[in-house]
Each structure stands twice: as C-alpha cells, then as structure tokens.
C-alpha cells in the first residue's frame, strides 16, 4: 500500500513534525521498534487546542484534538523514516491522554480521533492496541496528548 496517496485520497496535510522542548527526543528506534513521544492537540493554524474535554470541549471537538495528535504522530514518523511510510510493519499501541473533567467517562471516544486516523492511513496495519486515560492537566493547557509505538519492517 502506498500510504502517500492514501494521505492524499483522504485530504490530510501533514504538519511540520515539530522539535522536543524539553530534555528528550521525539522519537527513538530501539531494535524494530519505533517509539513516538506525546504529540499534543495543536491544530491546522498551529495553534494549541486547549481546555478540558466534558467543561470546554465536547466529544466531538476532543475527538478532533486527537485526530490532530495522530497527525503529529505520522509527521514524527515520516521524518524519522526519510518520508518513507512503507518502512512501517504496523502500529503496535497508542496511548492517549485527554485532559478532562473528573465526572467525564468517554475518553475512548476522544481516542478514537487518533486511532481511526492511523487506521485510516495505514489499513490493517494501523490495527494497534491502546489505553485511553483521563488526567487532571496536560503540557500547556492542551485537551489531548497522545504516544505511538510502530514494529517497522
């Protein structure tokens, strides 16, 4: 499968993979296995998506973010694969983390933003497993982070 034209049959631009600002690396290859750090929910303009999901967000907008993190996500991936996507064997786990309020019980269908982004993009490859957690903040005020782990070929 050519995952660049899928991108482009599905109208996604890629954002610039942004650089680490604190003390660690955006993304690590350790043996086959490619791991991407937390990509926060920024979105098309650059700017952050911020605020708790269930007070400031709904499902829907929190859905969204994530989708924007997957897309961070893939960005981190092309760059650390020289913008080649076929060097993926599959996406192993997401983990996300949607900054919500504590009586907020849909968390999974925030993640599902990010998941079926990645699934969307990479077919059966992008089948992974996943935790979608709930916390009280995240980096600068953001509705949702979220971290992948890929096998690459």
Known sequence: MNYKENLKKLSLEIPKAKAPVGNYVATKISGKMLFVSGQISIND???????????????????????????SIISQVMKVCDNDLNKIKSCVKLTGFVNSTDDFKDQPKVLNGASDLIVSVFGDVG????????????PLGVAVEVDAIFELN
């Open 45 to 71: 303009k650059g700017d952050l998506i911020l605020g708790k999901v269930g007070k400031d967000l709904n499902i829907e907008a929190g859905y969204n973010a994530a989708k924007r993190c997957a897309l």
């Open 127 to 138: 089948m992974h497993t996943r935790a979608a957690v709930s916390v009280n903040s995240l």
